[in-house]
């Protein structure tokens, strides 16, 4: 089955302990990328990948990082959480990377808790 | 001040009814507009992607129309059912960058039976 998925699905942590989110997509897609969500906010975007080692900074990539060494995979890291990290947290990858029928599609979410 | 406004900001409609929401945006210029449904709690999915050159584009019970020159797209939902409660986001990928997207706050549609 063609999907995106992000492990953990659910964590809590605390201030300063660095963790990471993993994505992974069985699509074989060029583009990945990395929104957060928050309450009236809408989605806004932390990091996307155009290709392997490829990255570029989204609207709000303070305090993330992140890496694409292979095609399927694109980690967010955080590297000192912080309370304002506090979120959901979505991956989406799509192909081609420009065009028209470029479907994204999303990963089912980590809500992230740091305390 | 956010590139793609939408409107209203929550609706309920009555099972059966139509109802149409609202786009604006000011990004320009512009690779593609996309509708996204999203349950509560889950990832959005994908309804509608049109490039500048598309007026319409259909999707089952989901019509989505753009206007270029005004910068407005809608999303009409045709007799609607308890299964279309869900917030419908309105994203416009940068045509200069492809790789960024602008999404809207959503409209959260909830259809009572």
């Known amino acids: 089955e063609a999907q995106v998925t992000q492990n953990p699905r659910y964590l809590i942590t605390v201030t300063g302990k660095k963790l990471t989110v993993t994505c992974s997509q069985n699509?074989?897609?060029?583009?990945m990328s990395w929104y957060r969500q928050d309450p009236g906010l809408g989605l806004r975007q932390i990091y996307y990948?155009?290709?392997?080692?490829?990255?570029d900074k989204g609207d709000v990539p303070e305090g993330y990082k992140v890496s694409r060494k292979e095609k399927r995979n694109f980690p967010l890291i955080l590297e000192s959480p912080s309370p304002n990290q506090t979120s959901l947290y979505f991956c989406?990858?799509?192909?081609?990377?420009?065009?028209?029928?470029?479907?994204?599609?999303f990963g089912p979410g980590t809500r992230l808790t740091v305390l | 001040k956010n590139q793609v406004e939408q409107s209203p900001q929550s609706l309920i409609i009555l099972e059966g009814k139509n109802c149409t929401l609202q786009?604006?945006?000011?990004?320009?210029?512009?690779?593609?507009l996309r509708w996204y449904k999203q349950d509560t709690g889950r990832g959005p999915v994908s309804l509608t992607i049109?490039?500048?050159?598309?007026n319409t584009k259909s999707n089952g019970r989901y019509t989505a129309t753009l206007d270029a020159d005004t910068k407005q797209s809608s999303l009409h939902i045709t007799a609607s059912q308890l299964s279309d409660s869900a917030s419908y986001i309105c994203?416009?990928?940068?045509?200069?960058?492809?790789?960024?997207?602008?999404f809207g706050d959503g409209t959260t549609l909830t259809v009572k039976p």
């Open positions: 989406a990858s799509r192909i081609p990377a420009t065009g028209v029928d470029n479907e994204q599609f």
């Open positions: 990948s155009m290709n392997v080692e490829v990255t």
């Open positions: 049109m490039t500048f050159s598309e």
């Open positions: 699509m074989n897609h060029e583009y």
């Open positions: 786009c604006n945006y000011t990004v320009s210029p512009f690779s593609n």
């Open positions: 994203v416009v990928s940068h045509n200069t960058n492809a790789g960024k997207s602008t």
